[in-house]
């Protein structure tokens, strides 16, 4: 659907639609009554030094489960050292504190 409005009457539509954290289209719709839009609460802007950080913690999980699942599906379950795991997990939990600390200002 084509309609015509002025410049300034379209920017107030966006700024509504993007205050209302909808697509333009959305916005329209609702206002046709046509669909009830559910409102969402925008995602929050992460620092990407903090998305990167998680994600090595991430991939340092990510190694355990596989060596674990190896070593199940392999019929060495009995073989896993219970403490080796143990301290692997304390490491990665001390890595996500540190994390947590540095982008809450508790670790400056």
């Given at each position: 659907m084509i309609f015509r409005c002025t410049p300034s009457e379209k920017a107030a539509l966006v700024a509504k639609a993007h205050a209302a954290g909808l697509p333009n289209a959305t916005l329209m719709r609702e206002a046709l009554g046509l669909i009830e839009a559910r409102r969402r609460k925008?995602?929050?802007?992460v620092d990407p030094k903090l998305t990167f950080a998680i994600a090595r913690v991430g991939?340092?999980?990510n190694q355990l489960s596989r060596w674990i699942?190896?070593?199940?599906?392999?019929?060495?379950?009995?073989?896993?050292?219970?403490?080796?795991?143990?301290?692997?997990?304390?490491?990665i939990e001390r890595?996500?504190?540190?994390?947590?600390?540095?982008?809450t200002g508790g670790g400056e």
């Open positions: 925008p995602a929050p802007r991939g340092n999980l699942n190896g070593s199940v599906k392999s019929g060495r379950a009995s073989q896993i050292d219970a403490l080796k795991v143990a301290t692997q997990l304390v490491v890595q996500m504190a540190q994390i947590v600390a540095a982008h």
